[in-house]
Structures are given as structure tokens and as C-alpha cells.
């Protein structure tokens, strides 16, 4: 399981974050690269840091991540909610962007925009799956987590 549930129904969640190397050598010269793994997952990610910052272009970085997070969780969460609306979702395709801000205050992520490209087949209108969509955005625990503001700006088409 990849969580633990608590006899009140929290949920908990692990991951181990591993780095090695020496920052001796200053800030231009020590290693970004590091792991994350957060079994039972087999996966472990190898990320760095932003390229800008001294990262490896070839590998994710955290702020990549955060918007993944955010994407996949949309994704997840729209698609129950059509499933359970008996709404057959054939392709969905996010285009998502993050954008980051180093004018007020700590650098942080300013805003994430998810941009959905969802085909569905013939019956429901283009209104309802953007409801579902934007009640999605309202259940997904990431987006909810979240200080920066998500907006979802979904693209319906039909098979």
C-alpha cells in the first residue's frame, strides 16, 4: 500500500530522498542530482535541480514535479467522476505550465494553469464534462494542498 490509513481515517505517505556527494567545493561545483523513492512503488526518480540553478536539463526538478503532481492528480480525479457519471472519456491530454516568481518575497510556483484536451464519446454536452472537469478541480488533493493557485481551462471534444 502506498499510504497508511490511521483508525481516524488520516492517510500518510512516505518517501525517502537520497544525495551524496560533497558541497566542499562550493555553491557552482557540488552534485544536484539525487533520488526519491516512496516504496512499495518499485520506481525510484532521479532528479536534479532547475538547469538555471545548476541542475541537469536530462533530469526532472521539485517544481517539475509539483506541476506533475497537480496534472495527474486532475486527471485522476476527473476521470472517477465521469467514470461514476457513466461518461466515456476516451483521451485526455494536459498541457499544464507552471510559472515561477522571484519579485515578491521567497521564490515560489506564482500560479499553475492545467489545460485539459479531454475527447469524449458522443452524448453528454461540452457543459456537463466542463462541470465534472471544474467539480474535479474541487475534490483533487493536490490542488487543494496547494497555496498557488490552479486553474483548469478544459478543451472538449467528441469522438
Not at 9 to 30: P, Q
Not at 39 to 48: C, F, G, Q, R
Not at 126 to 155: D, I
Request: overall charge negative; hydrophobic content about 40%.
Amino acid at each position: 500500500m502506498a499510504f497508511t490509513t490511521d483508525p481516524d481515517g488520516t492517510h500518510r505517505y512516505a518517501a525517502t530522498c537520497t544525495w551524496s556527494g560533497s558541497t566542499g567545493v562550493g555553491y557552482d561545483g557540488y552534485e544536484r542530482a539525487h533520488a526519491i523513492s516512496s516504496p512499495p512503488a518499485a520506481a525510484t526518480l532521479e532528479l536534479s535541480n532547475d538547469p538555471a540553478m545548476g541542475g541537469d536539463a536530462s533530469r526532472l526538478d521539485p517544481e517539475q514535479l509539483v506541476l506533475a503532481a497537480a496534472s495527474s492528480c486532475q486527471l485522476l480525479s476527473f476521470l472517477a467522476i465521469a467514470a461514476r457519471a457513466r461518461i466515456d472519456v476516451t483521451e485526455y491530454r494536459d498541457d499544464a505550465e507552471a510559472t515561477m516568481s522571484h519579485d515578491d518575497g521567497p521564490a515560489r510556483i506564482a500560479a499553475i494553469v492545467l489545460r485539459p484536451h479531454i475527447t469524449v464519446a458522443a452524448g453528454p454536452s461540452v457543459p456537463r464534462v466542463e462541470r465534472l472537469v471544474h467539480l474535479a478541480h474541487k475534490e483533487c488533493y493536490v490542488a487543494n494542498s496547494l497555496a498557488t493557485p490552479v486553474a483548469v481551462e478544459p478543451v472538449v471534444t467528441f469522438m
